[in-house]
Structure formats: structure tokens, C-alpha cells
């Protein structure tokens, strides 16, 4: 990501603000005065990584809009747990479709601005990996190859976790979910499954596709602030720990998510019409067995190295590919 | 008054998610603290290290020095001479090195003394105190006093104030003007100096008018052995040795010196040696290097001076113009002759093996007890056997550095003032120990430790410069930056920043934050995220 980055005070950019730091210089989230677009009392689990994104994403686009935006959301937690009617958690225009066709609703309000003629409004659409991934993503593709002038956020916690933990396409390889349990001859999700949207969005060749996580705030923030003002289509697949359904301990969210990053089983970079632009560097590097030993859903295969070692290859071919290791 | 029309189905008024207090989902809940940082543990002066950097890394200089001068009145000599077991405890040992902590403070000091900084004494209280000896611990005292409001007097037997700090440590470790500038400050509070003044009757003082009356007269007595010499070369005791380079003339040494022992104190004298212009200057040891007193930097730049060093020898004899030593061996830590001898060639000889007190005159004080090393016993309220006699320093049984004995001087004042009041002083109980473990270094960044740079080797022989030369204002922020604020918030934000559900409520620079229980579910993510640990997590009660 081409951002400032804060050369030296103890922890540079890294953590969310800092005293010695002029306001225009810390995150958007280090602010009083940010949206806090999804507010107090919603009815997220402890510790709910995507509540955090969901607030770190949507909080960034109401700065970079200046407070113009319209979201849409489709069915999942995000929505169950910050909208039970007919009180809801937003702080913000926000609308509800159905499970599988936010991407088309949002294209929809774009069209409807355009109509308008209030092209200082932007449109967001935001669901999790199942709606996303899965269920709506007919209507994604679409969105896609329209070009439609929508960013599309998902949040990725790699399972349908509202209605219990079932595996989604974006389940990594033996994960023990409700529908994937750890008994058999392979235990947990199976390898050689499921997706990584990531690519298949570079792959529709829109202006930007990125991916962050929660654990890097200042990459998300930028990555929002950038991809606001481009027309077009623009997707960010931000990773999004769930302490519910992955069995970690709530307090664990960020570092569960940090951990994914810094091993290269999350790769964090950023594409611009299909080409690979940038790509996070990994500042302490770390085994994924590290990553797999805080959640209960990998218990299963702790004992097992050869399963680790097939993990562990995964990362090491995303740091590979995506250029994950800063060159010595 | 009638409300618009709902949309077709929708019954209700959207309302907001505000009225459902989450804050009793909790079973734990974060609680911000303070945790004692190594560095403060570790401080014998008792500083708030990570208080005074706290406000150094902002460039608040002013309240950096303030801050310190709580507890110390002498950054700028502390700064240079201090050992700083600080530096030691510092959690950052454990991620590259630790903070350059005396540099900091020294270039503080500096600073204060640049900018003329002063510090005023309290109210007048009425009660006077008597000071025996103006060295750190005296000193210090004096200056606590005063800011209490008590007239102080100082008496000193030499003529100057400083004690060890002017007539033991050489001028290339601590100028004279520092140490001077230092001094002056304190005396501009109102202290009374009584200089060539040897106080060898307590009771009088006390009858005098002294309501209290604190002893700190060091240990300059040179310790003696036993060396059978005939026709013996010149010998010399390292505190007289030192103490006359404070003098109109230099001491004379021949052009061959030996300087027996290996403390700092030989160290000095060695060195000091070197720069009058001796041809070749040795220490004799009886230990070796792992096993010496003297802290190893200091041999080894006594060494990159020149300076050879005789590792396991004792002195078996000495002539007008050589000196025999035997070799020794370490077996399992005690010494042991091997009656191997050789003979060295020397001409001058500065004997440096301890330091005693000249605690004769306290024998004749009823309770006080004297021990038969000359040291004084005082309790933890520094006090003697004599009610309101307290003494502190090199007299008393304790590691004998400057630092230690402006603690002493601190904690003296403390019960003294107590003592004067006729209230008892109780110590604010101490916060538990900031641990690595505690702290998230994910989030600090890399930053090597400034150095220091040195006079160069050759002007190092040959003169009284100082060596080791301070850190620029630019340095000096840096290195109080790379402080990770062990146990205590630094305002990052981190804990506003990472709770999903609004929990925390910032009050604006400099005042922190609070929790907002209404709403915390007591995650605990703030509690793991926070970089310095400075959030407790404590079970919720019925």
C-alpha cells in the first residue's frame, strides 16, 4: 500500500493512534469524533472480529465520503446481530436485501443516484463469506462484469456462523465446522476445496480488488480511502476472525488474525484491473502452527504434522506468489 | 400529535441498539492501571523513569527534569556516573537493547543546567536540620529538606562540597563545572555550607538548635595490608591520590605506577595515573576479570587507554624500584597461591583495596552502633540508635555508589521530615511489577539503541576530557521513544481502537481513557491489544 508510514515514535503505525501524532497523521479510528458506524449494543458475540472490521471498514468510507454513503447488507451475522427490528445498531443510510443479491441492490442504488444525479454518493455493499462467496455470488459476478460503480466489502470468517458454523467455499482445508467434523478418514474440511474470491475477482479485471484483515488497520483504512473514489467495480476481502465459530478465545481476535498474516496463510495485497500491485510485507514471521494452536476448530490436527506441513505449504506458496517477504 | 405513515408491513419506529446495554454479557472486566516498569524497580534513587521519558519522548523537557527532581536533584552527574542498573532491568533487553536511560537523562540535566532551571524551597517550617558531610547523600538530603521547608547546614570537612562525587571520581568522567552547576542549585535554595568543618561532637549540634540531624561522611579511610618492603617505592592510598588531584598541584608519581586492586576505585586511580604522564601504569589483581569489582566497562576502557592489567597476583614484596607478586588460581571461587612469583618493575605504588569510615567519633553516641567494619547501623527509616540521629551513604552497610546514596539521602529526608513532624511517614504501597509477558511488542517498532561517542583514545591519554560525550536533543527524543512504556499508558489509542463494540471512551489528550461498562461484554480484546499491558482483567463480583 503507498501510505505514510509513521518512521519512528515506540510503535510507528502500527498501533491505532498515538499522542505524539498530529490528528491528520493518526487512523481514522484513533478520532472521537469517527462515525462509529456500527454502534454500542449490538448483539455480536465477544470479541467478534467482524463487528471490528465492519466498524474499521464503514468508518473509513464515511471519512473518505465525507459522510455520503449509502450501504448495503446481506443477510448474515453482520446483519442478524446489528439489526434485530426494529432496532438496529447503524448510524448510517443502510439497507437490507435478502442473502444472495446485495451485489445487485447496490448496483440498483447506484443506478438510482446516477438517476439522480447526486454523484457525490457512494455506494457500499457489505456481507459475509457465505453471502458472498456462496450464496450471492451470481449476483457479485454481475456486479463485476457491469462494472458497476459499487465497492463490495465481505468479511471473511470462513463459515456460515449465523446459522450455526456450517463450512462455506471459503473454509480452509481441515477446519472442523458443523457440517465438517473432525471424525473420518479426513478430518475437518477437505483439501483441494473451496475458493479464494480474491483471485476470481482479479479475474474479472475490475479497477481495484484488495485484501486486508483486522489486524492491520492501517492497511484496511488505506485500502477503503483509495478504493472510494474509484468508478467502477471494487471488491476488499477483509479477514475477519470468529471466536464462536473458530474456537478461539475472545480476547485472541486480533492476534488469531495477526497470526494469519504474519505466517502467509492470509495473504494481504491489493490488485488493480487483474495485475498484483502491492502486497503486505511480514514483519515477524511466524509458523502456522502458531496460528492453528489458538482455535479449537484445528484441535483435531495439532497431533498430526503431516496436516500441519500441508498448511504450512499453503503459506509458504501465498508468500511465494504474492511476494509476501520483504527482500533482504 | 400525529406521526407520518409507516412504509407498507413495518409497524414499528426503528429504534437504536443503544437500549440494549450489552455491559451485562460481562464476566470480566478490564481495569486501567499502573504496573511498577523494571526500570523504577530497579533505580536506587527511586526515579519514575518511565514518567520523566514519558514526557521527554513528547520534547517537554521542563517536566521531564521536574519529574526526575522529585526523587533526584543531580541528573546531569547521575546522568554521567551512575552504573545504571535501570538500563539492566529494561524490558526492551528482551527485543534489542535496552534504553539509553542515563544518556537521556544526562542530556536533561545538561539541559537544566543551560537553560539555568532552579527549584524552590518549601514554606518555612521552623525545624532545622544539621547535615554531617556534603557529599550525594548529604546533599540530596539537604536538598529534601528544603523543599519541605526545613533549614538545612551542611558541614564538610574538605573545602569544597561534593564528597566522592569531586574528590574521587576524575574530572574526564564527571566535569567539574556539571558537578559545580549542580551543587550551586542546591545551595541557592538556602542551604548553609560549613566548609573545613569536622563535626566530632553530635550532642553539641543538637544542643546547638539542630532538631535533626543526618550523618553521611562516606568512607574515605584507605584500607591497609600488611607488604614486608624495605627501601619501599613510593605508596600512595587511592582516595588521598584522587583527592589531591582536586588540589593546586598534582600528585607526584613516578614514571613506573602499579595500582593494587579491582574495584572502580583502582580503575580511577590507574587511569588518573595514566593521564599525569606515567611511562606505564598496571593494575595488580588478585581475581580475575569475571571475578573483579569494577564494573567491566570500566576496565576495559582503562585498558583501551593503555593501562596493563595483572590478573590473579598479590603482592608479595616491594623494593625501592620493583614489585613481587605471586600468581594465584581460582579453585571453585576461592584463591588459591600457586608460589609462582615474578617481579615487576614499578616505582610508584597506589594502593586501592576498600575503603573504610572514620566512624570513631560516633562510639561516644549512646545507641549507635558501630560495626566493626565502621559502617553504622540505621534501620529501614535510616535512622540510628539515637533518636533523630539518621545517617546514610558510604556509612552505612550498602553498595557504595553515588546513586545509592542519594536514595539514602531521599529516604532519610523522608523520616526525618516524619521525625520532625511527629507523624509517622508510611510509603505508598508499590504497584506489581510490569511484565514482559504482559506487554504486546507486535506493535513496537524496531529502533536500535543510539550510542554514545567517545573522546578519541589518544586524547584520552593525555588529558582530563571528558570521554564519553552526550546525546543531541534529536538523539535524545529518539532514545526516550524506544521507552515501551512498560505497565503505563502512553495514549496509542490501541484499546479505543480494537473494541468492536464502542466500549471505550476517550477523554482527550493526556487524560486517557475509561470504560464505558454499559456496553463492554468484556472481550478482553483491549486488555491483549493493549502494547505496554498497563489494562488489568479482573473477575466481575456479584
Same mark, same amino acid.
Given at each position: 500500500m503507498e501510505s505514510k508510514t509513521v518512521?519512528?515514535?515506540?510503535t510507528g503505525t502500527f498501533t491505532?493512534?498515538? #499522542?505524539?501524532?498530529?490528528e491528520e497523521e493518526r *487512523?481514522?479510528?484513533?478520532?472521537?469524533? #469517527?462515525?462509529?458506524?456500527?454502534?454500542?449494543? *449490538? #448483539?455480536?458475540?465477544?470479541?467478534c472480529g467482524e463487528a471490528l472490521g465492519a466498524r474499521y471498514a464503514i468508518d473509513a468510507a464515511m471519512k473518505a465520503t465525507n459522510g455520503q454513503l449509502v450501504a448495503v447488507n446481506a443477510t448474515g451475522c453482520l446483519e442478524v446481530f446489528s439489526t434485530p427490528y426494529p432496532e438496529t445498531?447503524?448510524?448510517?443510510p443502510w439497507l437490507h436485501s435478502v442473502f444472495g443479491n446485495a451485489p445487485a441492490v447496490a448496483d440498483g442504488v447506484a443506478a438510482a443516484l446516477r438517476v439522480k444525479g447526486k454523484k457525490n454518493i457512494r455506494v457500499v455493499a457489505q456481507g459475509g463469506d457465505g453471502g458472498t462467496v456462496d450464496i450471492g455470488f451470481g449476483c457479485l459476478s454481475g456486479m463485476f462484469e457491469r462494472n458497476a460503480d459499487v465497492l463490495y466489502i465481505c468479511y471473511d470468517?470462513?463459515?456460515?456462523?449465523?446459522?450455526?458454523?456450517q463450512r462455506s467455499g471459503a473454509t480452509p482445508p481441515s477446519a472442523r465446522t458443523a457440517t465438517t467434523?473432525?471424525?473420518?478418514?479426513?478430518?475437518g474440511n477437505e483439501f483441494g476445496?473451496?475458493?479464494?474470491?480474491p483471485r476470481i475477482a482479479m479475474a474479472h479485471r475490475i479497477p481495484f480488488v484488495a485484501t486486508a484483515s483486522v489486524a492491520n488497520l492501517h492497511d484496511l483504512e488505506e485500502k477503503v480511502r483509495k478504493a472510494i473514489p474509484i468508478q467502477g467495480a471494487r471488491y476488499i476481502h477483509v479477514f475477519v476472525p470468529c471466536p464462536l465459530g473458530w474456537g478461539?478465545?475472545?480476547?485472541h481476535t486480533l492476534k488469531v488474525a495477526r497470526m494469519a498474516m504474519e505466517s502467509g496463510l492470509f495473504p494481504i495485497f491489493e490488485a488493480e484491473y487483474g495485475k498484483l500491485t502491492h502486497s503486505y510485507k511480514i514483519r515477524r514471521q511466524v509458523k502456522v502452527e502458531e496460528y492453528l494452536r489458538l482455535q479449537k476448530r484445528f484441535a483435531h490436527i495439532l497431533k498430526e504434522p503431516a496436516t500441519i506441513g500441508l498448511l504450512q505449504k499453503m503459506a509458504d506458496a501465498n508468500i511465494a506468489e504474492f511476494n509476501l517477504m520483504e527482500e533482504k | 400529535m400525529k406521526t407520518p405513515p409507516r412504509p407498507f408491513a413495518i409497524t414499528l419506529d426503528p429504534g437504536s441498539?443503544?437500549?440494549? =446495554?450489552?455491559?451485562?454479557?460481562?464476566t470480566m472486566r478490564p481495569v486501567y492501571s499502573h504496573f511498577l516498569p523494571p526500570c523504577n524497580q530497579a533505580c536506587p534513587a527511586g526515579e519514575d523513569i518511565q514518567q520523566w521519558l514519558y514526557w521527554a519522548e513528547e520534547g517537554k523537557y521542563r517536566e521531564a527534569w521536574e519529574e526526575i527532581s522529585k526523587n533526584n536533584p543531580f541528573p546531569a552527574i547521575v546522568g554521567r556516573v551512575?552504573?545504571?542498573?535501570c538500563e539492566m532491568g529494561c524490558n526492551r533487553n528482551k527485543l534489542d537493547l535496552s534504553v539509553n536511560i542515563h544518556a537521556i537523562e544526562r542530556f536533561l540535566g545538561d539541559l537544566a543546567i543551560e537553560k539555568k532551571w532552579s527549584f524552590k524551597a518549601g514554606a518555612d517550617s521552623g525545624k532545622h536540620v544539621a547535615i554531617i558531610g556534603g557529599g550525594p547523600s548529604g546533599l540530596t538530603a539537604a536538598y529534601h529538606l528544603r523543599r519541605l521547608g526545613h533549614q538545612v547546614s551542611v558541614y564538610d570537612?574538605?573545602? %569544597?562540597? +561534593?564528597?566522592m562525587m569531586r574528590f574521587g571520581i576524575p574530572k574526564y568522567r564527571l566535569p567539574r563545572e556539571i558537578l559545580d552547576a549542580e551543587i550551586e542549585r542546591i545551595e541557592k535554595m538556602g542551604v548553609r555550607f560549613e566548609f573545613n568543618r569536622t563535626i566530632d561532637d553530635v550532642d553539641a549540634l543538637r544542643k546547638g538548635g539542630a532538631d535533626a540531624v543526618f550523618i553521611a561522611i562516606g568512607a574515605h579511610l584507605n584500607r591497609k595490608t600488611e607488604i614486608p618492603a624495605k627501601d619501599a617505592c613510593r605508596i600512595l592510598g587511592a582516595t588521598e591520590f584522587l583527592r589531591e588531584m582536586e588540589g593546586a598541584e598534582p600528585p607526584k608519581i613516578g614514571r613506573r605506577v602499579a595500582v593494587y586492586g579491582g574495584g572502580n576505585t583502582a580503575m580511577d586511580a590507574a587511569r588518573t595515573a595514566q593521564r599525569l604522564g606515567a611511562d606505564e601504569v598496571m593494575v595488580i589483581y588478585r581475581r580475575d576479570r569475571e571475578h573483579m569489582k569494577a564494573h567491566d566497562f570500566e576496565a576495559q576502557e582503562a585498558l583501551d587507554e593503555g593501562v596493563h592489567i595483572h590478573w590473579l597476583r598479590t603482592i608479595k614484596a616491594i623494593t625501592e624500584d620493583s614489585i613481587t607478586v605471586e600468581e594465584m588460581k581460582l579453585e571453585g571461587g576461592t584463591l588459591v597461591p600457586t608460589g609462582r612469583e615474578e617481579t615487576l618493575s614499578a616505582d610508584t605504588l597506589i594502593m586501592a583495596i576498600g575503603q573504610n569510615v572514620?566512624?570513631?567519633?560516633?562510639? %561516644?553516641?549512646?545507641g549507635v552502633e558501630v560495626r566493626s567494619d565502621g559502617t553504622i547501623g540505621v534501620d529501614a527509616q535510616m535512622q540510628? +540508635?539515637?533518636? /533523630?540521629v539518621f545517617a546514610g551513604g558510604?556509612?552505612?552497610?550498602?553498595?557504595?555508589?553515588v546513586t545509592n546514596a542519594i536514595g539514602h539521602g531521599k529516604k532519610a529526608a523522608r523520616y526525618i521530615d516524619a521525625y520532625l513532624q511527629g507523624t509517622p511517614y508510611t510509603h505508598p504501597e508499590k504497584p506489581p511489577l510490569a511484565k514482559f509477558?504482559? =506487554?504486546?511488542?507486535?506493535y513496537y517498532t524496531d529502533a536500535s539503541r543510539s550510542r554514545q561517542e567517545m573522546l578519541d583514545r589518544v586524547r584520552r591519554k593525555t588529558?582530563?576530557?571528558?570521554i564519553v560525550q552526550g546525546l543531541d536533543e534529536e538523539t535524545a527524543k529518539f532514545e526516550a521513544r524506544?521507552?515501551?512504556?512498560?505497565?503505563?499508558?502512553?495514549?496509542?489509542?490501541n484499546c479505543f481502537g480494537v473494541c468492536p463494540d464502542n466500549a471505550v471512551i476517550k477523554l482527550g489528550t493526556g487524560k486517557g481513557y475509561k470504560f464505558n461498562?454499559?456496553?463492554? %461484554? /468484556?472481550?478482553g480484546l483491549c486488555v491483549e491489544e493493549c502494547p505496554c499491558g498497563c489494562i488489568d482483567f479482573v473477575p466481575e463480583v456479584k
Open positions: 518512521k519512528f515514535y515506540q491505532v493512534g498515538n #499522542r505524539l501524532l498530529s *487512523h481514522v479510528q484513533a478520532s472521537a469524533e #469517527r462515525t462509529n458506524s456500527l454502534n454500542s449494543g *449490538h #448483539r455480536a458475540c465477544q470479541g445498531a447503524w448510524q448510517i470468517n470462513e463459515a456460515y456462523m449465523n446459522t450455526g458454523v467434523q473432525a471424525v473420518g478418514v479426513h478430518p476445496v473451496g475458493k479464494f474470491l478461539s478465545l475472545p480476547q | 441498539s443503544m437500549h440494549n =446495554l450489552t455491559g451485562s454479557w460481562r551512575c552504573y545504571h542498573p570537612a574538605g573545602p %569544597k562540597a +561534593g564528597g572514620s566512624s570513631e567519633f560516633l562510639k %561516644k553516641l549512646p540510628t +540508635g539515637a533518636p /533523630g558510604d556509612m552505612v552497610p550498602a553498595e557504595r555508589t509477558d504482559a =506487554l504486546n511488542v507486535w588529558g582530563f576530557e571528558e524506544r521507552c515501551l512504556s512498560c505497565g503505563n499508558c502512553f495514549e496509542c489509542d461498562l454499559d456496553y463492554c %461484554k /468484556g472481550c
